[in-house]
């Protein structure tokens, strides 16, 4: 990039950037935007297909999740990477309907850039998205509808369908909503949910239908001794988030020892200090220690000579499930660990389960405490059945917080086109049409649906217009019947919000991207700057 003076040319732009702009740019960011769409578009649906994706490591992952699979793709352009982030945020949002979120952006796009090769501006097509958009969730309020109890569990089965654990998705779909009802918090008198105090533990080996709730936590850890017990009844739990173990300097310094005697004072002095941690948690009464540090081998025969039961290096999030579940206290220092500190279990027991061993904390002092045991035959079901076990788990989780479902299978989708279309005609000037293309954009779901289902997508799309124009706003494609049905009565059901974050988030995806007319990309620097060597420094 450079400018003309006096016909000198003035660089602006280091070597090597290059730019691409004006048309030339719109039209690569929307080819990028629309490619990332279409390489999930088949994995939308309960007939959906998988994809397979390998690192150079070899690892390999099966899945038709919209945002892993987005997340995986190591995606370089900088436009298809704004629709992985609309798949990943939708993920974060609800858990479920993020291959929707991205088909639709790419969608969005492909309709601009019809309208932009009829001379309409970026700008008044953005606004139009901007309307339809703003519409789109006033219509969704009105046909949702309240959810209740029974709902719950149908909103589970609808997101774990198409995962590949369709078999087992009626007991799945049970443990999802005995789990999530059990962290319902009420603040400020609205339901709050947060799936990350459900604890979910995965071992390969069985089957899908053997996976189990647990009432407390499950833990894939053992204990650090042999000789400790392996079951403690009326457990005493100390919570440390401190080691027991001798304090290392926190610079580095040297010892000179000048004689064996020297040295066996020196190891006798750190045997002391071992002692004196393990006496502070033998004296505690506690019979249970969770360490989220180091125990060292010392301590660890001090303490089950003691017949303390004792777990090291264990996550901080699980300290803080345990802390909840026990009512014990987090405990920083040794020197604050006392009796009313201590978390309380009916039962701390290392089993077996499957190939290795795992601690179960049961019978706890908060009974609202579960835990999902997840089994399967290969490493790649139990992965893969995670990954559906989230995505339920956060459906269910938002419809208890906001109340409100909407039917699935296309229907939301074919009833919004209907009603947009309406709606621009009521426009004046050019909005109306990006407003129409928005309207064609929303049908790329129930359309997506039968293809992947091997159905006629046009025959398909005709009979749901024609049962959405006769006033049936729930009508939605039955891919294994192959025609349009009642989905609220056949129990496919989705949370309003799901459909609420997919249209903004793609809205906005695609109103960005349009708004771009000037792509710099930066070159390497063929010197990079050394950081400075401070080793020398004192």
Known sequence: MAGQMGGQPIIILKKGTERTHGEE???SNIMAARAVAEAVRTTLGPKGMDKMLTDPAGLIIITNDGATI????????PAAKLVAEVAKTQDDEVGDGTTTAAVLTGELLKGAETLMEQGIHPTTIVSGYTLAAHKSKEILDEIAIDSSDEHLRKIAQTALTGKGVEFSKEKLSDLVVTAVK??????????????KDISIERRVEGSVEDSE?????ILDKTKTHQSMPMRIENAKIAILATPIEVRKAETKSEIAIEGLGQTRMFLEQEERQVREAANKVIKSGANVVFCQKGVDDMARYFLAKAGIFVAHRVKKNDLEKLS???GGKIIASLNEIAPDTLGHAGLVEERMVGNGEMIFITECSNPDTYS??????TEHVVTSLNRAMHDALRVVGVTIEDGKIVAGGGAPETELA??????ASTLEGREQLAVSKFADALEIIPKTLAENAGLDAIDMLGELRNQH????NNAGLDVYEGKPVDMLENGVIEPLRVKTQAITSATEAASMILRIDDVMASAKDEHPKKKPDLSDMD
């Open 70 to 77: 987005l997340d995986e793709m190591n995606i370089k352009h």
């Open 469 to 472: 124009e006769q006033g049936n």
């Open 418 to 423: 209907l009603r947009l279309r309406e709606y």
């Open 324 to 326: 909840r579940a026990t």
């Open 25 to 27: 740019a719109k039209r």
């Open 182 to 195: 059990s962290i319902v918090k009420k603040d400020n008198g609205k339901n709050k949910v947060n799936i």
């Open 213 to 217: 709730i647990i009432a407390g936590i």
């Open 372 to 377: 999902i045991l997840l089994r399967g035959g």
